[in-house]
């Protein structure tokens, strides 16, 4: 038995693996091992974050959008990222831990968000090379979610990747904008793809070899599938989409496999992720710094939120 589990009562996990396997969801109230739990406290809040810091790298181009409709695209798009976060927190909430805590965390360095928002979106190309893909790794990695074991993450996942199909084809007009534009706008274009290719590789994890958390989250059904399966079914995908608009991933060795039927490809530069994780990336401090402002600003309108709340529950006892 794994050590995370020798302290659950064996009848108990039993009955949790047969509902798993019977693919009946886990609800917040059911009996789960505390290996579950803490697993799902991690994964939805650190997506929940991811949510909400990916906004920024965004959120700093609304004006300087080229028109008012790509203004009104992103803003809208920047919007479902704030409601995605909203439905998350909720969702890690139902597993006895506060938001307010969740917070806390990410602002001590506790806890994580994905690597990828610590880029910089240098230009208007760079927002399309988002959309198409880091919404588009996004996708993979939810579409698979969807049928997470664990309910409130699940139903969350539904609403969730419907919004996130529409930023990926926001993301994807972009580039065929740029990439059939004048020659200087296409070789923006491949910038923005040189510089987002790898970023949205690491956005699926470690190799599953150097994922320690990897068995017992495909065992419970958290996951349905592994890192390195999510990322070469991401790879598939988007190098063809990539070939229709006249651009190169840049890789060299990244070609098709007839005998695989898949893409090979040159592997990670490492190093370069688990800085990022660990606080060095590019814009960490930047993010972080930026994040805690805004939550400190918005303090009275939580206060006030509050206190309407109460106002309104006394009027109707009353």
Not at 76 to 93: F, M, P, T, V, W
Not at 107 to 133: P, T
Request: hydrophobic share 35%; glycine share 6%.
């Amino acid at each position: 038995m794994d050590d995370k589990l020798k302290n659950e009562d064996p009848e108990l996990l039993k009955e949790f693996q047969a509902k798993i396997d019977a693919e009946v969801k886990i609800e917040p109230k059911d009996y789960m091992p505390e290996a579950y739990r803490q697993h799902l406290i991690r994964q939805i809040s650190q997506h929940a974050h991811s949510e909400v810091i990916g906004m920024q790298p965004e959120g700093n181009w609304i004006t300087r959008c080229p028109s008012i409709r790509a203004k009104k695209i992103l803003m809208a798009k920047i919007q479902d990222e704030g409601g995605h976060g909203l439905y998350l927190y909720s969702a890690a909430e139902t597993l006895g831990v506060s938001r307010d805590q969740y917070l806390k965390w990410l602002h001590e360095g506790k806890a994580k968000y994905a690597s990828v928002f610590n880029y910089s979106a240098l230009n208007w190309a760079d927002i399309g090379a988002i959309g198409w893909l880091v919404d588009g790794a996004a996708i993979v990695n939810q579409v698979s979610l969807q049928r997470t074991s664990y309910g409130p993450y699940s139903r969350a996942m539904v609403k969730i990747c419907k919004e996130e199909s529409f930023h990926q084809r926001q993301g994807y007009e972009i580039m065929v904008h740029m990439a059939q534009g004048t020659p200087e706008q296409k070789e923006m274009a491949q910038d923005a793809l040189n510089r987002w290719w790898y970023p949205s590789l690491m956005m699926f994890g470690p190799h599953d070899g150097d994922s320690p958390r990897s068995s017992l989250a495909m065992q419970w059904k958290i996951k349905r599938e592994t890192n390195d399966e999510l990322r070469q079914k991401f790879i598939d995908k988007t190098v063809p989409q990539a070939e229709f608009l006249g651009l190169t991933v840049p890789d060299e060795n990244c070609k098709f496999n007839e005998a695989t039927g898949h893409y090979d490809w040159t592997d990670i530069n490492w190093d370069e992720f688990w800085a990022s994780i660990k606080g060095y990336g590019p814009n960490n401090k930047r993010r972080m710094k930026h994040h805690q402002k805004v939550h400190a600003e918005g303090a009275w309108v939580r206060e006030a939120s509050i206190a309407y709340g109460k106002k309104k529950e006394k009027k109707e006892v009353a």
